[in-house]
């Protein structure tokens, strides 16, 4: 479904990733673990279409697309979700009527017709048990005045309404307490479905005791250092990061 | 040197006014530019105005003669030359155009993306329309309705000619001729304007719209308007359309008088969307107005405007809170963008006893434009008790453009209570990629989040009017977040 190819990518002059590649299929879970500044936001980043960073080498298809051609928008379009570390407000918008305005610009896209009123209702009711959003949280502004679960348990309720393929949780577990993540989880894994995919991007291995990953990839230095299975994450939590990322380098060397 | 070439003012002053004398005739129904006493006769006689509304004109100009015009404004433009404008013009019959294709395609693109029907569309740029139009028969049955409960809606020549004692005994009551200068020239040369007049405890069962008048004579340059809401009378008045209007005159120097009463509530909305220049600001229209209210015991004014067109707008919409218990309300969105000046707010005079006023403005500074507030609470020596709250947000678009914030209070009376609240604030990148990651458009982002600031006053606006409203705000600020 997703396929990076030797990317590299940097903001001002500052070069970021340097030659990451990573293939996730279908229904796939893979997450992304590696030391604070290896460049797993900007990965996030690059592929929702975030314009701040310049690709100056490499390649990313979408089931088969060149993403790299594709705006914010358009690869929303395609079903790429991306639930925010730091989810934005927005004062004065009410979160239904983002979501509303949100879902019917991408159907309008897509060419279909706009969700009726009464659809519309029942899938906010459905989205919203899921991550157990009260009514209050829903009609409120987006994101205002909301503490940080409130704001991670809001973008995977954004995240059910819009039933993204490629779904990538950047860092969705910091700031949580353990209900929270908890619930969050809980949203994530019922989501997860044969035809949808996720990245979990993450510092902490407490959220894939939560949200078990198929593949477990370490990011290191702009670039994917090491892969492994489950079980990898565990590994990581007993000796760190430091073995992997010297073992790297050696291999260099 | 003769005389000529030392005042050249005064040279083009004394052969214009030979001009004159040739240009009155039916055929040539324009005045050739320039102004002087007799330019005001002229009008005057072309409207068959009696003599005391000839002498207050004749006032008003030797008082405007003796005036400067203000400077104080935070707002930069090359000052109008005054004796090169034409004060009279009879409504233009304008060739009607065929049909829409004829119609500025830009015109035409922003109408459809308000919304506006094609009929309407029609009527607004001016295409003839070959069966009788729906606005028309609206307008007629309306003013059935209207009359039914003795109110006045007409326009201001009408009222000179039909009701000049009602005419005679507010016009100007409320902004005097020498208020300044501005409406000092509105006093000396207005061509028209709208009249309403609601009688005693009568609640005007609609929305009064210009929209229904203005299309009769066309816009006005110096436009006057009067609004009197008797005892315990309601009304609400809308002033301007959000089609955008392409104006060849430079210079718009408005007067709006509203008088309420006892008990009485005045709503006045305005969305202006007026012409505001090329991306340089050439040729965009000056939009200098002077619009006030005074209250009387209980009575009620409130102000809801939207303001996103002209190259310099200098516009306080005011109450004078005179009787006991009044109340005034200001709510306001300027939208400026490429190199747009605004210079807006209000003023709240408080007189009387438990007056209160409320002042919500929203500034958003697109492109190079300057947006300031400028705001004046006063609580006078007899205004017990009197409260105000004021809130002016600033929200920057760009890095290049400006928000200012000028609010002056002065208080008389130890038991006023006045609170002031103010913000700026840059709209987020980051907002509006999470819009776009969202899957709305970059129009769709900005739309939602300049409505959502926005919010406070666009909810004070009529239905039809705030629908209007959000687009308009959306369409004005297209690709702008740099």
């Not at chain 1, 190819?5 to 893979?30: F, M, P």
């Not at chain 2, 102004?35 to 006032?59: A, C, D, F, G, H």
């Not at chain 2, 094609?118 to 009788?132: I, N, P, Y």
Request: glycine share 8%.
């Amino acid at each position: 479904m997703l396929k990076i190819e030797n990317l590299h990518a940097r903001i001002g002059d500052t070069e970021i990733l340097k030659g990451l590649t990573l293939s996730l299929g279908t229904g796939e879970v893979h997450a992304i673990m590696g030391p604070n500044g290896s460049g797993k936001s900007t990965l996030a980043s690059i592929l929702a279409g975030r314009e701040d960073y310049e690709v100056t080498a490499g390649s990313i298809t979408f089931d088969g697309v060149d993403l790299l051609e594709l705006d914010a928008t358009e690869r929303a379009v395609a079903g790429i979700f991306l639930a925010f570390q730091y989810p934005v407000e927005i004062p004065g918008v009410s979160n239904i009527n983002f979501l509303r305005t949100a879902l019917n610009s991408i159907r309008e896209q897509r060419e279909e017709a706009p969700i009726s009123g009464k659809d519309f209702l029942a899938k906010v009711k459905a989205c919203a048990q899921l991550v157990e959003l009260d009514g209050k949280l829903r009609d409120r502004s987006v994101n205002e005045g909301f503490s940080g679960g409130e704001k991670k348990r809001n973008e995977v309720f954004q995240m059910a309404m819009l039933e993204p393929r490629l779904a990538v949780l950047d860092e969705t577990d910091s700031g949580l307490d353990i209900d929270a993540l908890r619930i969050v989880s809980h949203g994530v894994n019922s989501m997860r479905s044969a035809d949808r995919s996720f990245l979990v991007i993450t510092h902490y291995q407490r959220l894939l005791d939560h949200i078990v990953p198929d593949h477990v990839h370490v990011l290191a230095g702009g670039r994917i250092v090491h892969s492994g299975g489950k079980e990898l994450a565990l590994e990581l939590e007993e000796k760190g990061y430091d073995w992997i990322v010297d073992a790297q380098a050696t291999e260099q060397a | 040197m003769s005389a000529a070439e030392e005042n050249p003012l005064l040279d083009e002053f004394t052969r214009k006014e030979y001009e004159f004398g040739f240009t009155t005739d039916i055929d040539a129904d324009t005045l050739a530019p320039g102004l002087n006493e007799e330019v005001i006769r002229i009008i005057s006689k072309k409207k068959n105005e009696p003599e005391w509304m000839l002498n207050w004109r004749l006032e008003a100009f030797s008082v405007w003669q003796t005036m400067e015009e203000p400077e104080w404004a935070h707002v930069q433009y090359k000052k109008p030359d005054y004796q090169a404008i034409s004060y009279y013009s009879a409504p233009k019959s304008k060739a009607p155009l065929g049909s829409l294709d004829e119609v500025d395609p830009e015109l035409r693109a922003t109408m459809d993306k308000l919304g506006i029907s094609m009929e309407e569309q029609k009527r607004l740029s001016g295409v003839a329309v070959d069966f009788v139009m729906d606005s028309v028969s609206v307008a007629t049955s309306f003013k059935d309705k209207l009359a039914e409960l003795g109110i006045i809606f007409c326009s201001m020549s009408e009222a000179i000619q039909e009701h000049p004692e009602l005419v005679k005994q507010h016009l100007g009551t409320v902004v005097p001729v020498k208020d300044n200068f501005f409406s000092a020239l509105n006093a000396a040369v207005f061509t028209d304007g709208s009249f309403c007049y609601i009688p005693k405890g009568a609640r005007c069962p609609m929305e009064l719209s210009t929209y229904f008048r203005i299309n009769e004579a066309g816009t006005g340059q110096f436009e006057r308007t009067l609004v009197v809401a008797e005892a315990g009378s309601y009304v609400s008045y809308l002033e301007g359309c959000t089609a955008p209007q392409r104006d060849e005159n430079q210079l718009h120097a408005a007067v709006v008088e509203l008088i309420a009463k006892d008990d009485a509530e005045i709503k006045y909305s305005t969305v202006q969307n007026w012409y505001p220049g090329d991306a340089e600001g050439k040729g965009g229209v000056f939009n200098f107005v002077t619009k006030r209210g005074i209250c009387e015991a209980r009575a009620k004014i409130s102000w809801t405007q939207v303001e996103t067109g002209s190259a310099v707008t200098w516009k306080y919409p005011s109450c004078i809170l005179k009787g006991d218990g009044s109340v005034g309300e200001f709510y306001s969105v300027a939208v400026t963008n490429n190199a747009q000046q605004a210079d807006t707010g209000t003023k709240m005079i408080h007189l009387g006893a438990n007056t209160h006023s409320t002042i919500i403005s929203k500034g958003i500074s697109a492109g190079n434009s300057q947006n300031s507030y400028r705001g004046l609470v006063q609580i006078g020596p007899r205004a017990r008790n009197a409260r105000n709250f004021s809130q002016c947000d600033s929200l920057l678009m760009t890095d290049t453009s400006g928000a200012h914030t000028f609010p002056y209070i002065e208080t008389k009376n130890p038991t006023a209570h006045v609170e002031h609240e103010a913000t700026t604030s840059r709209i987020g990148e980051d907002q509006i990629f999470y819009c776009l990651q969202r899957g709305l458009t970059e129009e769709q982002a900005i739309g939602l989040i300049v409505n959502g600031y926005a919010k406070e006053v666009l909810n004070k606006l009529p239905m039809e009017f705030a629908v209007e409203a959000r687009k308009l705000l959306a369409i004005s600020l297209e690709g702008s977040v740099g």
